[in-house]
Every structure is written in structure tokens, then in C-alpha cells.
Nanobody, 123 residues
Framework: QVQLVESGGGLVQAGGSLRLSCAASGRTLSRYIMGWFRRTPGKEREFVAAITQSGIYIYYADFVKGRFTVSRDNAKNTVTLQMNSLKPEDTAVYYC????????????????WGQGTQVTVSS
């Protein structure tokens, strides 16, 4: 199985940028669809972005289109979420997730999850 570790979270002012990374170990990342999700207190975990194994297909939640970019480097076993034009409502714990196949890529049915990294956007 694969182990995932997120990094790059922190505190940023509205309009700023952060770059989240997800490092995978245990199995080669190229086997996995990779997703990013987020959770705020009192809310269910929500889909942010996903990228298929080869990187050909990329999906975004409507609320991040044009602001966030997901990419992957299979040779380095990492997935990155570049977040620009951040808003206070983007404040959440961000998780990366992995699975080899999914019925619906935007669902949270992924088998493997990281521990999450906190992103806080101040107004």
C-alpha cells in the first residue's frame, strides 16, 4: 500500500498563494489516481482537485477553477497543489488521497489518505 504525507500548509493573507505537496512512499505513485480534498470544522470533506495516473485528465471543483492547479511528478513520487488567489473560505485542512481506480473521481472513496495539512487564509 502507499503512504501519503502532505506538506506546505500555513497561514497566508487573502490573495496570497501556497503550494501543497503530497509525498508518496511504499508504492510507485504512477499506479494511483491522486485527489485533493479539504475539510472545515462542521462540514463534510469536499473534493478540490484530482489528477489521473498519467496526468492526462485533471478535475477541479468549481470553486477552485482558475485559482488552483494540480500536477504530479511520478518520477519524484509527488503531487502538488498550487493555490493562488486564496480566499478566507479556502481555510481548511487539506488532504491528499490515492486509489488505483474509482467509480467517481470526485467522491471521497479513495483508499489511502494523508494526515492533512492546515491552510489558514486571513482576511
Amino acid at each position: 500500500q502507499v503512504q501519503l504525507v502532505e506538506s506546505g500548509g500555513g497561514l497566508v493573507q487573502a490573495g496570497g498563494s501556497l503550494r501543497l505537496s503530497c509525498a508518496a512512499s511504499g508504492r510507485t505513485l504512477s499506479r494511483y489516481i491522486m485527489g485533493w480534498f479539504r475539510r472545515t470544522p462542521g462540514k463534510e470533506r469536499e473534493f478540490v482537485a484530482a489528477i489521473t495516473q498519467s496526468g492526462i485528465y485533471i478535475y477541479y471543483a468549481d470553486f477552485v477553477k482558475g485559482r488552483f492547479t494540480v500536477s504530479r511528478d511520478n518520477a519524484k513520487n509527488t503531487v502538488t497543489l498550487q493555490m493562488n488567489s486564496l480566499k478566507p473560505e479556502d481555510t481548511a485542512v487539506y488532504y491528499c488521497a490515492a486509489d488505483t481506480q474509482l467509480t467517481r473521481i470526485q467522491s471521497d472513496d479513495y483508499n489511502y489518505w494523508g494526515q492533512g495539512t492546515q491552510v489558514t487564509v486571513s482576511s
